[in-house]
């Protein structure tokens, strides 16, 4: 073969010549050149295979919850999607503020982190994503471009909840039961109870019986302005020992979540207590349902009368000296015995009168020794007082509500 077809043949073939001329004979040797595939890999005679190169940059397709999301269940998961699986190596995002929890889904595309308990209500959520070449990448070694800042703002603890665990404890005259299918977390589960302090189970209340229809008027369903919840509330924060204000704050819930969970019960039962001004005048006081007494009482006088309505006691003394100013300018000390105040300067306690059952006092309740030493360790803080005008409603069983 000529030189010259040789030489067409390699060219044909698309070769590099290299011609050496050996005991007079010119002989050409070729290297096919490598075909470039659409991964970036190659192929061909005298090749060998290369990495995998990314296909683009990595994208954060989705998030949930959303950033700018409000009132947001803080005990729930959230997971970020990207455009392709994340490496098991890959650095993971970071929460402010932090919490107990796990991420999981490496190796996929969607990343979630697990919350142990979940975060505190009105907290605002920052979820940052790192970008660039100490970022999040793909399997394949795709970056995501550059840092992503996502945030969200969790919701508040529902009152409703507040009910559901305080009846539970034994600090409402109300029992709680479920709706049939309801998911309930159990008492020791940490993160059920957050969830559901988010988003109370639906169920239905029914008054426990033996309480006058009276105390009715105060359970509004289960608005925090109720007073028998606001009493509770109070009674819940004196056995624990913080301020006693009545309101559900953050160290309430924390408190009560714990209660829960150890399964605390209130201690001191449930009270209510009505001093009614009818004549005679009494008082009457129920606890767990029962009536535990009923005796005679004494009110206020016409210059100094006591307050109608309803308020949880707030006070209590074993002993006191009481002090005040009288009707006419002159002022008083007295010692008195099991004292309950449920008003500012009005209480139901130990007064020694030649007889009890008509107004005499200047706006307490006024009960003698026997029947103040009875009352009081029932009297306990949060407890109801009513003071009526008239007539009592004969006990009996409350309708559910």
Known sequence: MSLTSLRGRIVALGGVIVLLLVAGVWIALTHASAQSTADGSSNGSGSHSSA???VGPLRLVSASPASGATGVNGAGDITITFSAPVATTSPLPTITPSVTGSWQGAGTDTLQFVPATGFDPSTQVTVQVPGGTQGVRSEQGSLLGSTKQLSFQTGTYQTARLDQLLAQLGYLPLTWTPVQGASVPAATDAAGQVAAAYSPPPGLWTWQSGYPSEL?????????SGLIVQGAVMAFEAN??????????????T??????AAGQNNPNGYTYAI???????TLTIWHNG???????????IEAAP???????VYLRYRYQIMRGTNPDGTTYADPVQYVSYFRSGEAVHYFPRGSYGWPQSLGCVELDLSDAAQAWPYLTYGSLVTVAPGALTPAGSPTAG
């Open 52 to 54: 995998k190169t990314p």
């Open 216 to 224: 009715q008027n105060f359970w509004d369903g289960g608005s925090a």
């Open 240 to 253: 624990e020992g913080l301020t006693m204000d009545g309101v559900a704050g953050p160290e309430v819930w």
């Open 255 to 260: 408190a009560l979540l714990k209660a829960v």
């Open 275 to 281: 001093a009614s001004e009818a004549d005679p005048e």
């Open 290 to 300: 029962q009536v535990v007494l009923q005796s005679l009482a004494n009110t206020g």
């Open 306 to 312: 006591t307050t109608l309505g309803t308020a949880p």
